[in-house]
C-alpha cells in the first residue's frame, strides 16, 4: 500500500507541522520545525511534541502498511529522551519491527543533525473484525 500523492497526515499533525517526507514498505520518514507554539517552559521543544512525532510516524507506518480498512491504534509507547532540542528541525525515521495478527511492535528514533534525540518502542493494535 503506498499513501496518496499529497497525503499531509491528520489535522493534529498538521497543526503540528509534521511534514511527511517517506512513507513505504511499514517506515516513515518525517519532520518537524521547532517552532514558538511547541516549546516548553525552559524554552526546548516541547516532550509531548517528541512524543506526537514519534507516535504519528509509527502510527502512519502502520497506516500505510495495513490501510484505512485495517485501523491501528497505539496500546502503549515507551521513550527515552536522550538530548533536548532547542531550534531548528527534528526527522523520525520509525518502522514495524513485528506484525502480529492482533498487535504490532514498532520503533522510531526522532534524530537532529545525524544525533540521537528520542527513542520509541510502542505496540499497536490492530482493529479488525
Known amino acids: 500500500m503506498s499513501l496518496p500523492a499529497g497525503f499531509v497526515g491528520s489535522p493534529f499533525s498538521q497543526h503540528l507541522g509534521i511534514e511527511v517526507l517517506a512513507a513505504q514498505e511499514g517506515t516513515t520518514h518525517l519532520r518537524m520545525t521547532v517552532t ?9 521543544l ?8 514519534a ?3 509509527m502510527g502512519l507506518a502502520c497506516f500505510e502498511r495495513f490501510g484505512e480498512a485495517e485501523p491501528c491504534v497505539t496500546v502503549e509507547c515507551k521513550l527515552n529522551f536522550i538530548r533536548p532540542v532547542a531550534d531548528g ?14 498487535t504490532l511492535v514498532l520503533e522510531a528514533e526522532v534524530v537532529q543533525q545525524g544525533k540521537l534525540v528520542v527513542k520509541t518502542l510502542a505496540t499497536f493494535a490492530r482493529l479488525t473484525g
Do not use: Y
Open 46 to 53: 516541547h516532550g509531548g511534541a517528541l512524543m506526537a512525532l
Open 55 to 57: 507516535d504519528t510516524a
Open 89 to 102: 528541525s527534528v526527522d523520525c525515521h520509525a518502522r514495524i519491527l513485528h506484525s502480529g495478527k492482533r
Open 36 to 44: 514558538p507554539a511547541l516549546r516548553n517552559l525552559s524554552g526546548m
